[in-house]
């Protein structure tokens, strides 16, 4: 199983990794949308995106707007992992193509429960 890490820090990607790979994720990471875009269009697409929401160049929402234009995508999980807690917010993330929403701070065991139900991980 392959996962794209979306977020401008690098403390949460490496906490966001850590995770992963202990569930056997090969993980690789990006900075910001415009970025992670650039490798999705260049390589195998992941089975899962976790993105951040507030990013410099491109944020998280459209982000998730660009992934679900492209047909190439349509079966990358994406979860929105981000501190952005107002359920319109929510809403809107969901609407725009987020199959899971995750708030910031998180526990090991919500990010595991969010892979199960967009079902990536058993």
């Not at 490798?39 to 089975?47: A, G, K, V, W």
């Not at 929402?61 to 992992?81: C, G, P």
Request: a negative charge.
């Amino acid at each position: 199983m392959r996962a794209l890490i979306v977020d401008d820090s690098r403390p949460i990607r490496r906490i966001e990794s850590g995770i992963l790979q202990e569930l056997g994720f090969e993980t690789t990471t990006a900075d910001n949308g415009r970025q992670a875009l650039e490798q999705l269009r260049s390589s195998t697409p992941p089975d899962v995106v976790l993105v951040d929401w507030n990013m410099p160049e491109m944020d998280g929402l459209e982000f998730i707007k660009a992934v679900r234009r492209d047909s190439r995508f349509a079966k990358v999980a994406v979860l929105m992992v981000t501190t952005e807690t107002e359920p319109e917010q929510m809403m809107r993330a969901l609407s725009a193509g987020a199959d899971e929403y995750l708030m910031k701070p998180f526990q090991k065991e919500s990010l595991i429960d969010k892979l199960r139900l967009v079902g990536v991980v058993a």
